[in-house]
């Protein structure tokens, strides 16, 4: 039989590529994989139940898992909740992290992804959830390679009752073969899935052992309750005769109180009488009896969700409807983090061994649901750290509020630059570039030779008066306005830092990393344009002073 080299199970098993490409669980109508069931809940009483958990305790647990199916397809309640926990964790979007950056890695975490899309996925998931009730499960890989690959075609979920554990640990995981012997799993062929509500053997730790005694004393109680429910749901019918009616008068009379119950009709002589007797105690008996199924329901509820608000409408003494949900979340959490690394074990590390061989690692599948995050927070934080150096990557930012990279000939928003208020800085300078003001401010001659627009011409001396020009003051003003900017964004960071800061230490050790390679391109081109601008206007001063 020929083995895949290299390649092991993980106890230690080598791989037989024979095995892997059919099945080896499936059903066999009249042999040890028999599709039928059993019915072991029919005339259930305690010591039944007790004698079926017993012999599951000591390894033959066929009744105690065909129960387990009884119970789940008899009571609407378990049903229910079971349903809910399995499907919770079943719909549950499912990402794989790739091991590392490296190419191969990511290739391999990609081929995952991509197999991970399909829809039968959520139906394969919900049927390895069945552990959740029995307390373990088995779903077969049927492997693919019609091209020359290895890829699950398809996860079949096999009954457990063709399945044993090991006689001397009853932990170990066996298969019943074709003549009825337990031998060990095939390598990289099945899923072996526990679910544990409780520590211990798996073959004690499903939620049907608790199902089991709630279910059976409720069986009984809607026995009971059929029975009271018949006898008192409709009114007594009393037949009264007279003292001289014949015995076939009275026959008549015994007929018509029989029948008129289904029929609701009846015939009787004139002169007998038929009156309806109602019993006064209905309504509380019947209460009792309803009371105790819903005291049962809520037991069930607290096992399989471990509270009761989100089904029986019963918020209790653990708390508000809100907690309760908590709580359900937490035992979904908890679920998906297990099935999470029974994928990992007997899925994802087989089909990746296969495909490419042993490798020192492997991607790993998870299954969560995506954290609530503050993003008002987040953007406040970055606010605040970003200034001070902290360098965060765009497209993780991008991500995290689910915003995809910008395309080359998007639009993009940008901070816009502030415009001073009317009559201040920049804005004073502008209220004197119309045609008024070229009127009330002329341009003189010195200005032009210092290069100095009109505008400026303005500001450094509002009344007009020719020969009074300040070339130094609209210098001194120019050099303001322009290197606002510039000085603005370090005095900021500078400012941030400084209110950060615990000791100068700290502020020192904040400046050097906020401006490891500080650029001052921006200010030194004002400073050296300021210079120029200078020397300039001393040139026409003294070229004016000449003339």
Same mark, same amino acid.
């Given at each position: 039989m020929a083995r895949i080299p290299h390649v092991l199970d993980r106890f230690g098993r080598p791989v037989q590529r024979s095995v892997l490409t059919r099945e080896v669980a499936a059903a066999t109508f009249g042999g040890v !994989?028999?599709?039928i069931s059993g019915t072991p809940a029919d005339g259930l009483n305690? *010591?039944?139940? &007790?004698?079926?958990? !017993? &012999? &599951?305790? !000591?390894?033959?647990p066929v009744q105690y898992l065909e129960l387990a199916e009884v119970i789940e397809e008899r009571d609407p309640h378990y049903l229910g909740v079971l349903g809910t926990r399995r499907r919770s964790v079943s719909q549950i979007d499912i990402t794989v992290d790739a091991a590392s950056d490296a190419p191969q890695d990511v290739k391999i975490a990609d081929m995952v992804r991509d197999w991970l899309k399909r829809d039968e996925l959520t139906d394969e998931i919900f049927d390895m959830l069945d552990a959740i009730g029995k307390g373990y499960s088995f779903t077969e890989i049927i492997w693919d390679t019609s091209s020359g690959q290895w890829e699950p075609q398809r996860l079949e979920w096999r009954d457990p009752r063709w399945f044993r554990f090991a006689h001397h640990d009853l932990a170990t995981p066996m298969k019943i073969d074709e003549n009825g012997q337990d031998v060990p799993l095939d390598p990289f062929k099945f899923i072996f899935t526990t679910i544990k509500a409780k520590s211990g053997l798996a073959l004690r730790s499903g939620l049907a052992r608790v199902a089991a005694w709630g279910w059976m004393f409720k069986a009984y109680t809607q026995r009971d309750w059929a029975i009271f429910t018949q006898t008192y749901g409709q009114p007594l019918r009393l037949g009264k005769y007279g003292a001289g009616s014949s015995e076939k008068d009275r026959d008549t009379l015994f007929a018509a109180v029989a029948n008129i119950a289904g029929d609701c009709a009846a015939t009787i002589p004139e002169g007998m009488e038929i009156e309806f007797i109602e019993a006064k105690n209905v309504g509380s008996a019947s209460g009792l009896y309803k009371e105790r199924s819903d005291w049962l329901d809520q037991q069930i509820s607290k096992a399989v969700l471990g509270q009761t608000a989100t089904t029986d409408a019963v918020t209790g003494g653990l708390g508000s409807g809100k907690e309760h949900r908590e709580v359900q979340e937490d035992i979904e959490r908890a679920d998906a983090k297990a099935l999470s690394a029974i994928l990992n074990r007997d899925l994802i590390r087989p089909w990746v061994d296969?495909?490419?061989? &042993?490798?020192?690692?492997?991607p790993r599948l998870k299954i969560a649901r995506p954290e609530a995050e503050d993003l008002k927070a987040a953007a406040e934080a970055l606010g605040i750290l970003v200034p001070l150096g902290l360098r965060v990557s765009m497209s993780e930012v991008r991500d995290k509020y689910g915003w995809s990279d910008p395309k080359p000939k998007d639009e993009i928003l940008s901070v816009q630059p502030q415009t001073a208020p009317p009559g201040a800085g920049d804005g004073a300078m502008s209220d004197a570039t119309g045609p008024e003001s070229a009127v009330k401010y002329p341009f003189n001659t010195l200005g032009a030779r210092a290069g100095v627009t009109a505008p400026q011409m303005a500001e450094a001396h509002p009344t007009g008066a020719p020969g009074e020009f300040d070339p130094v003051? *609209?210098?001194?003003? !120019?050099?303001?306005r322009e290197a606002r900017p510039a000085m603005g964004e370090m005095i900021g960071r500078i400012e941030a830092m400084l209110e950060a800061a615990q000791s100068f230490d700290e502020f020192r050790d904040m400046l050097l990393n906020g401006y490891p390679d500080l650029d001052a391109s921006a200010l030194a081109s004002i400073l050296a344009n300021a210079m120029m601008a200078a020397d300039l206007g001393g040139r026409a001063l003294v070229a004016a002073d000449d003339a």
């Open positions: !994989r028999s599709p305690p *010591v039944r139940l &007790a004698n079926i958990l !017993r &012999a &599951a305790d !000591r390894g033959d296969l495909e490419f061989g &042993a490798q020192t690692r492997y003051s *609209v210098l001194t003003g !120019r050099l303001e």
